[in-house]
C-alpha cells in the first residue's frame, strides 16, 4: 500500500484519483496470495468500488443450460451461474450469436424445449417433433439412453470438441449402415455433413491442437472506453470470440486492465479455463505468479499464462486485438445513438478551443446560391453533440441579389442574432439592414422560431467569413466563441489568429466540427434546389392578381402555352369561361404593359420580379 502513495512519484490516472479521494486504509488477513486475488475479486463484485475496472455485472450475461442429472436433459437460457450439477455455457455477450448457436443446435442435435411439466402433462407430440426439430421424449419417441447419448454429443459441440464428436458421428452412421438400418444412418449423415458446415466456416487452425484463451484489448478512438476480446480455440480451432466492456478503466495502463479482466472473467464468468492463456500485454509484478497459481488451482491443473511476442502465437494475440477494436468501435456506434460519443465530442472540442466548458448548443451556418440566384442561408443546430433538425432554420436571401457570399452571410447572421441583443448592450444595426423588413426572419422548420444562444458558432467558409461573423456579432453586441472551417484543406480560423488552428482529422474535435459544417451545406443546398424546383414550376401567369388555379388552368387548356396567351387579344382571352372582360383585361395589361413589350412581370419565363416582396408577405 505504501507505493501507491509514495511523494514524488509518477503515478497513473486511477492513483492519483484514490489518492484525492482516499480517508482510510482498512485490511483484511489472507493465508496466501491467491486467496487475496479470490477475496479481491467477491469484494469487488460485492461493492462495485469507484477506483476499480469492472466487467459489466454478470447478470446480463446469458448461458445455456444442459441439466444432465435429468432423463431427458433439456437446455435452457439463464442468466446465473449455480453449483447445480448443470452444464453451463457461455457467455454469449451478444444475442445474435446465442441464437445463431441455438439454430444450429436445434438442426443437429434435437433436444426438448419444453418444460418438465408440460412434457409430463401433454398427450401427444408437438409441432417440432414433427418437423424433426425435437426427438419427441414426452411420446417416448426415444429412449433415455440415446436420448443422452445425444446430449452429451451437444454437451461436445458446444465444449468445442468438434472433430471428436465428427468422429463419433461417422463411427455411428457405418455401424448402423452395416447394421442395414439405414434410416437411422441417413439421420446421422445429416448430423455430420452440418457439423462439417460449422467447421468449413473455421479458417483460424494451429497445428498444435491446444484448447488456449486468446485474449485482446483496444480502447475507443473517441469515448475512451476499453473493450476486452477473447478468441476461444478448442482442440486447435478458433471456435468462439467474445466481447466485453470494462467500466472504470478508461486511463489505466494495459497490465492493470489485462490482470483486473482475468481476475474478474474467470472468477466470475467463465465456464471453462483451458490449459494456456494467451495475454497481450505483460502483467504488474505483483500479480502475475498469485494469477497464475490461482487458475491452476480453479481448473485442478496447471495453467499456463503466456504473453507472446511474435510468432504464431503472437499472431494470434494480435488477431485478439484487432477484433478488439472492431468491438470497441461497434459499442462506440452504439453509445453513440444514446449519445455519449457525440458528447465526448464535444467534451474534446472545448478543450481544443479552451472554452470553459463543452459547448452545450452549437449553431453552424451557410449560405447557397448560383450565380447570386435563389440566394438562401441555413443554420443548423447540434446539442450535445448531436444534431438537433427540430431547430434547423433556412434563410431566404432579401438585401443581395448578387453573388457576394459575405454580405450574404451578414444578413443571415444579423437575422438570426439580433433578437438575442441584451437592452442597452447593442450598437445601431448597420444601415444596411435597417432597410430589411422588420418581419423577415428564417422560415421555421419547427414551434419554436428562435432558441437560446449558442455555446458556439461554426461558420463555412474562410478568414474573410469569421470577419464578417465578428463584425455582425460586434454590432449586436453578442459575445460567443466563433469559428470559421474552410472545405478541402480544412483549416479552422478563429479570432485572433492569423494562422490555422492545426486540429489532426482524426481527432474527436475535428470529427465534431467537420459534421456541423457538412450538415449546415447539405441543408443551405437542399433549400436553394427545392426553390430552384418550385421556380422552374412556376407560370408567368402565377404573378397576375386575380389569376387562381382554375383561371390559369382554362387559359393553359384553350391557347396551350404561356406564349400564345400573350399573343392572344382581350377580346379572346375573355371569351375563356371563367376568366371573365375584367379578369382578361388586367392578364393583357399585365403581360404586355404600357409599352406592350414587358412589365412588372418582366420576360417570359424570368419570374424573379416580385419573389422577395411575396416572400416578405408570409
Not at 445463431?100 to 418444460?115: A, G, I, Q
Not at 453552424?364 to 443546430?381: T, Y
Not at 472545405?487 to 492569423?498: D, I, S, T, Y
Request: glycine share 10%.
Amino acid at each position: 500500500m505504501r507505493s501507491h502513495f509514495q511523494a514524488g512519484r509518477s503515478h497513473d490516472t486511477r492513483t492519483i484519483r484514490l489518492y484525492n479521494s482516499v480517508v482510510h486504509v482498512d485490511y483484511i488477513t489472507t493465508g496466501s496470495e491467491v486467496e487475496s486475488l479470490i477475496l479481491e475479486s467477491n469484494l469487488i463484485k460485492e461493492h462495485h468500488p469507484e477506483h476499480n475496472i469492472k466487467l459489466r455485472d454478470d447478470k446480463q450475461f446469458p448461458y445455456l443450460r444442459v441439466d444432465l442429472d435429468k432423463p431427458y436433459p433439456r437446455v435452457a437460457i439463464v442468466r446465473r451461474l449455480k453449483r447445480d450439477g448443470a452444464r453451463y455455457f457461455g457467455p454469449y455477450t451478444r444475442a445474435g450469436s446465442l441464437r445463431e448457436t441455438l439454430r444450429t443446435l436445434r438442426r443437429v442435435f434435437p433436444y426438448r424445449v419444453c418444460s418438465d411439466h408440460k412434457m409430463k402433462t401433454v398427450t401427444r407430440p408437438c409441432l417440432d417433433f414433427h418437423i424433426g426439430r425435437c426427438a419427441g421424449p414426452c411420446a417416448k419417441a426415444v429412449s433415455p439412453d440415446d436420448y443422452r447419448a445425444m446430449m452429451e454429443e451437444l454437451c461436445l459441440f458446444l465444449d468445442g470438441r468438434r472433430a471428436s464428436l465428427e468422429a463419433r458421428l461417422r463411427s455411428r452412421m457405418q455401424e448402423a449402415a452395416a447394421d442395414l438400418r439405414f434410416e437411422r444412418a441417413a439421420e446421422l449423415r445429416d448430423q455430420l455433413r452440418a457439423i462439417q458446415d460449422v467447421l468449413e466456416k473455421q479458417a483460424i487452425i494451429s497445428p498444435t491442437m491446444d484448447d488456449q484463451d486468446i485474449v485482446g484489448y483496444a480502447r475507443g478512438q473517441v469515448s475512451g472506453l476499453v473493450v476486452v476480446a477473447i478468441l476461444a480455440m478448442r482442440e486447435g480451432k478458433v471456435i468462439r470470440r467474445t466481447g466485453f466492456v470494462l467500466q472504470d478503466a478508461a486511463g489505466q495502463p494495459g497490465p492493470d486492465i489485462v490482470a483486473a479482466f482475468l481476475k474478474q472473467h474467470y472468477g466470475q464468468t467463465a465456464t471453462f479455463i483451458p490449459g494456456r492463456v494467451l495475454i497481450p500485454e505483460p502483467l504488474p509484478a505483483e500479480d502475475a505468479g498469485p494469477i497464475g497459481e490461482w487458475l491452476s488451482s480453479l481448473k485442478g491443473r496447471r495453467v499456463v499464462l503466456q504473453r507472446p511476442k511474435r510468432g504464431e502465437r503472437g499472431h494470434l494475440v494480435e488477431l485478439a486485438n484487432q477484433n478488439a477494436a472492431v468491438l470497441a468501435r461497434e459499442e462506440e456506434i452504439r453509445r453513440e445513438g444514446g449519445g455519449e460519443v457525440a458528447y465526448a465530442r464535444a467534451v474534446a472540442l472545448g478543450e481544443v478551443l479552451g472554452l470553459a466548458a463543452a459547448p452545450e448548443r452549437i449553431e453552424g451556418f451557410d449560405v447557397s446560391n448560383i450565380q447570386g440566384r435563389e440566394p438562401v442561408g441555413s443554420m443548423v443546430v447540434f446539442i450535445g453533440g448531436r444534431p438537433a433538425p427540430q431547430a434547423y432554420r433556412r434563410f431566404k436571401v432579401q438585401t443581395k441579389e448578387t453573388p457576394d457570399d459575405y454580405a450574404m452571410m451578414q444578413e443571415i447572421l444579423y437575422r438570426r442574432f439580433r433578437r438575442l441583443r441584451e437592452a442597452g448592450k447593442v450598437a445601431e444595426a448597420p444601415s444596411e439592414y435597417a432597410a430589411a423588413p422588420a418581419e423577415a426572419p428564417a422560415e421555421p422548420v419547427g414551434a419554436d422560431r428562435l432558441g437560446p444562444a449558442p455555446d458556439l458558432i461554426l461558420i463555412d467558409g474562410g478568414k474573410g467569413h469569421l470577419t464578417v461573423a465578428l463584425e455582425v456579432l460586434g454590432d449586436l453586441g453578442i459575445d460567443v466563441p466563433v469559428l470559421a472551417l474552410a472545405k478541402e484543406e480544412e483549416m479552422v480560423f478563429l479570432p485572433g489568429r492569423p494562422e490555422p488552428l492545426g486540429l489532426p482529422l482524426n481527432s474527436p474535435a475535428s470529427h465534431l466540427l467537420r459534421h456541423v459544417r457538412d450538415e449546415a451545406h447539405r441543408f443551405a443546398v437542399g433549400y436553394h434546389r427545392l426553390l430552384r424546383r418550385k421556380k422552374a414550376r412556376q407560370s408567368e401567369l402565377d404573378d397576375i392578381p386575380g389569376v387562381g388555379p382554375a383561371r390559369r388552368t382554362a387559359l393553359l387548356r384553350a391557347f396551350g402555352t404561356t406564349k400564345k396567351i400573350r399573343a392572344a387579344s382581350a377580346e379572346e382571352l375573355a371569351a375563356v369561361p371563367v376568366v371573365g372582360k375584367a379578369a382578361a383585361k388586367r392578364i393583357w395589361e399585365h403581360l404586355h404593359g404600357a409599352s406592350g413589350e414587358g412589365g412588372a412581370g418582366g420576360k417570359a419565363g424570368d419570374g424573379a420580379g416580385d419573389d422577395a416582396g411575396r416572400t416578405n408577405g408570409r
